[in-house]
């Protein structure tokens, strides 16, 4: 699997715009970019998702760089409760149909400031 | 409303016993399901595979001996950690796999102490 690379940890303030980027140089031109969230001691969390086109979405937006080698999840207003540990993640589709799993880096921990 | 539920959430378990996890796909058929392990701080690192009716994958490093996975019907898989020690102590994740790109649904996890 391709490799992310994020930052480790992140803090914003609440209400305030919140952009955690992620590096994929190596991305295929078939990966998607994912980004999960996790809070503590609770399973994975979906946020996003998209391949070439910036995506929006009630949680988050995604923009994509133009070369794809890079990407940014932004919350738009972070809260006490976006306070997780937020992972970017490649993910191909197996052209057999099979299921194929997540590998997880070690994702940006962000810290929400009252 | 959840489309994946794990139990038990937590337990707590002697040294030597053993311990299963059951995770459950709610909305939809899983043939595959993943297992992931969790150690404090640290990413989740995948366990093993398995199929639907077929012997799980274990990753390198997973012994398939201690960690009995049983996955008999579509919306079931179990996890059993035999004669657990304190160093299974950690956060144990499952995921229905889905073929089809989009969203993926983890379970809640289940938090194992051994003590």
């Known amino acids: 699997d391709a490799k992310t690379t994020q930052p480790n940890s992140m803090e914003s303030n609440e209400e305030e715009p919140v952009h955690l980027p992620c590096n994929h140089s190596?991305?295929?031109?078939?990966?998607?970019i994912h980004w999960y969230r996790q809070l503590p001691s609770q399973g994975p969390e979906y946020v996003i998702h998209?391949?070439?086109s910036n995506v929006n979405n009630r949680m988050a937006s995604l923009a994509i760089a133009e070369d794809r080698k890079s990407s940014t999840l932004i919350l738009h207003r972070a809260t006490l409760r976006d306070a997780a540990v937020y992972y970017c993640?490649?993910?191909?589709?197996?052209?057999?149909?099979?299921?194929?799993?997540?590998?997880f880096g070690s994702g940006t921990q962000l810290t929400v400031l009252p | 409303g959840a489309v994946v539920s794990q139990h038990p959430s937590w337990v707590i378990c002697k040294s030597g016993t053993s311990v299963k996890i059951e995770c459950r796909s709610l909305?939809?058929?899983?043939?595959?399901m993943f297992w992931y392990r969790q150690f404090p701080k640290q990413s989740l690192m995948l366990m093993a595979t398995?199929?639907?009716?077929?012997?799980?994958?274990?990753e390198q490093g997973v012994e398939k001996d201690k960690f009995l996975i049983n996955h008999a019907s579509l919306t079931l898989s179990t996890l059993t950690v035999t004669s657990a020690h304190p160093e299974d102590s950690s956060f144990y994740i499952c995921?229905?796999?889905?073929?089809?790109?989009?969203?993926?649904?983890f379970g809640q996890g289940t938090r194992l102490t051994v003590v």
């Open positions: 190596t991305i295929s031109g078939t990966d998607y």
């Open positions: 998209g391949l070439t």
């Open positions: 995921r229905p796999g889905q073929a089809e790109e989009g969203e993926a649904f």
């Open positions: 909305d939809f058929q899983a043939t595959t």
């Open positions: 398995s199929n639907e009716g077929s012997k799980a994958t274990y």
């Open positions: 993640i490649l993910r191909d589709v197996d052209p057999s149909g099979s299921a194929r799993q997540l590998t």
